[in-house]
């Protein structure tokens, strides 16, 4: 069986996405340049269907080994398509025609609905029974691969706290944010065990790798 | 000219000390586990009159070379004696007779005080004409060395905020501390342009260094 992960981009000072997320602008004021090592890697540009020519290195080696490894998503119902969750039928998230998962993606929500399949891979699959149900439908549906959580902060915090996470790797972004979403806001002290497993560096931010010690 | 700097060890969700943080317990509820990586090092029971036997490696090379090259302190009054400052002239803070900075110490104060010597080389210096002179009189003081910001993170802060600080070091401990005093807390978003300079792992700790861009 595969391992439970999740892989988030964060602000020197702790923050997932900046102040005021909205519709428009889903990371926050500045929270684009959390992930501005990403964007340019070949890895990326592969997923989101962008052709040649990204940059290889070791931020590129991150963003394949992490699709590579990864069999299902699991992911909020924000992070699907934002507002309340009672979106119309005809709203198919913000990812896209083709989104970058390529794989099934189970979507925490009260609001049921038919599976929605998109163009290369991804199938957008709805999950009214809660955390645990999500987990064990996703793991069923990635095999022998990992489960990522795909966020936001609240459903991390969700999954960590229940013990369901083997292990996670933050990429601290040589920036800060100043405020918005801290990624392990509801986190209490000394709640989850860590230990390091890997760093990898580069110009652009480091990758930390953390085993959750049950 | 020695640069400006400052070295804090920090939890993985951005506190540089625990909730509660009060006289008996400086550092927080939880804040001496960001130092645990620390005490064990040669160079930290060197530097406290430890006598042998400490540990050597990649953190015990970053303690070192912290202590090497830096030529003054300065720190806030909290941090040299908690309180509001206005201690009794016998209260000599709570680093002990021989401090472990073995330099000058600037101490940002608003209450006068004549210098007060320690053993092992160490003198507090109370400053009472502001964050300016304090840098200025540090900076006098350590020659060709550094000047190191001991802290606390208010102090820190303002320094960054000012343009004050060349580079800086954090230690990220793999621990969560769930609240407390959050380094970084007041800087707004990209009000400080940085640059990783350097990324040292080890098994209980992670060091990242960075440079401000100026």
Known sequence: MGKVKFDVSVSL??????????????????????HEWMLETAGFKEAHGGGEGGATGPDDDIVREAFENTGAYLMGRQMFGGGEGDWDESWKGWWGDDPPFH????????????????????????????????????????????????????????????????????????????????????????????????VVESPLVTHLKYRVVK
């Open 103 to 198: 794989a099934p993606v189970f979507v925490l929500t009260h609001h049921p609905r038919e599976p929605l399949p998109m163009d290369g891979g991804t199938t957008f699959h709805f999950v009214t029974e809660g955390m645990q149900s999500a987990l064990e439908q996703a793991r069923a549906a990635a095999g022998d691969k990992d489960v990522q959580i795909a966020g936001g902060a609240n459903v991390v915090q969700q999954y960590l706290k229940a013990g369901a996470v083997d292990e996670f790797q933050v990429h601290v972004a040589p920036v800060c944010l100043g405020g918005g979403v801290a990624l392990f806001e509801s986190l209490g002290n000394d709640e989850v065990k860590l230990e390091v497993v890997r």
């Open 13 to 34: 000072d702790g923050y997932s996405a900046g102040p005021n997320p909205r519709f428009e602008e889903p990371l926050g004021d500045g929270g684009e340049r959390l």
